[in-house]
């Protein structure tokens, strides 16, 4: 019986303990060994043939680079996306956007250490972004206007988009399937072959899709999430995820300075004087009372 590893390849869709792995040219269904075993799109994972004809028995998997994951309902996470280069975060006109939201997106991005980028989608609707967009931009993150529906700005995102992994996240109805659909050559196809083969599977409405951009890269379509909150395990992380906190935070008084109340803080003195923006310092401060809350109700639910 023929049991040597085929080598790794890499999760390109997952739905429980099946899923979808992608090995040199070929794409083949798995089955994950073990009721231990996780994987999520964008997984490096080990595997030998399962014995099924054109099946794959996934043995491992690899250690990440990085995890997307948000909170899930028992005070625990849940796993998004691993080994992401890129986080693209699409808003449009319509639907409003949420920077908050949007915020929260880019923290992730920060804290997992993958570069982030802002799509303005739909700019045939309105080809004016708001002033927040403009506002994250002078903060340093590039911002490429697009319209899935006239092709504008599709190929300067394709260049955009490195060899590695990236992930397109953002509200419901922002266009980040049709963008996809632009993208990428046979993305119909692949999302239909995938949703036959999870119909043996569960969890199918949740699933993370990633397409082959051809350039080596990898697209990750993902359901719209409606109120994306980053796992943060550490509050005193969570200024990592807004950059012009993290570049004053070595001049406040205290090392440890959370940049609420403690005196002599470099954070809110540039609140105040106009440096760093209201907006910004007020989503900060909901994003550590949001990782707070959720710590808190850890310990509770661990007594
Ligand atoms: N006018 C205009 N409409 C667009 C554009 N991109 C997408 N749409 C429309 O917006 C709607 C939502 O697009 P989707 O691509 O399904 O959005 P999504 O972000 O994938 O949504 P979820 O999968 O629910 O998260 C569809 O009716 C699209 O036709 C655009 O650039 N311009
Ligand atoms: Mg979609
Ligand atoms: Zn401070």
């Known amino acids: ?52 004809d054109g099946e794959a028995l996934v043995t491992a998997v690899l250690a990440r680079d990085n995890v997307l994951e948000r909170p899930d309902s028992r005070g625990g996470s849940e796993a998004l996306a691993a080994n992401l280069t890129t986080l693209a975060v699409i808003l449009a006109p319509e639907p409003a956007p949420d920077f908050f939201i949007a915020d929260r997106f880019i923290a992730a991005a920060e804290i997992m250490q993958a570069r982030c980028l802002l799509v303005w989608n739909k700019n045939d609707l309105s080809g004016v972004p708001p002033t927040e967009l403009d506002a994250l931009q002078k903060l340093g993150y590039d911002v490429v206007p697009t319209s899935a529906t006239t092709g504008v700005g599709i190929a300067e995102l394709r260049r955009s988009l490195d060899a590695g992994i990236s992930m397109l996240v953002g509200q419901s109805g922002v266009g980040k399937s049709s963008l996809i659909n632009q993208l990428v050559e046979d993305a119909n196809v692949l999302t239909g072959q995938l949703s036959d083969i999870s119909r043996e599977g569960r969890h199918t409405t949740t699933a993370s899709i990633a397409h082959d951009l051809g350039n080596g890269g990898l697209l990750v379509d993902s359901p719209g999430i409606r109120d994306f ?21 070595d001049q406040c008084r205290f090392a440890d300075c959370q940049h609420t109340r403690e005196p002599n803080c470099a954070v809110r003195a540039a609140v105040e004087n106009g440096d760093i923006s209201e907006r910004r310092y007020e989503s900060y401060k909901r994003l550590l009372n949001l990782s707070k809350q959720r710590l808190q109700r850890m310990e509770r639910t661990r007594q």
């Open 229 to 249: 909150v980053p796992t943060i395990n550490d509050v005193s992380k969570t200024q990592i995820g807004y950059t012009e906190i993290v570049a004053r935070a």
């Open 1 to 52: 019986m023929p049991h040597s590893s085929t080598g790794t390849a890499t999760v390109i869709a997952s739905y429980g303990q099946r899923g979808v792995l992608h090995a040199d040219d070929i794409r083949l269904p798995y089955l994950l060994k073990g009721r231990k075993l996780r994987a999520v799109c964008g997984d490096r994972v080990t595997w030998i043939p399962s014995g099924n």
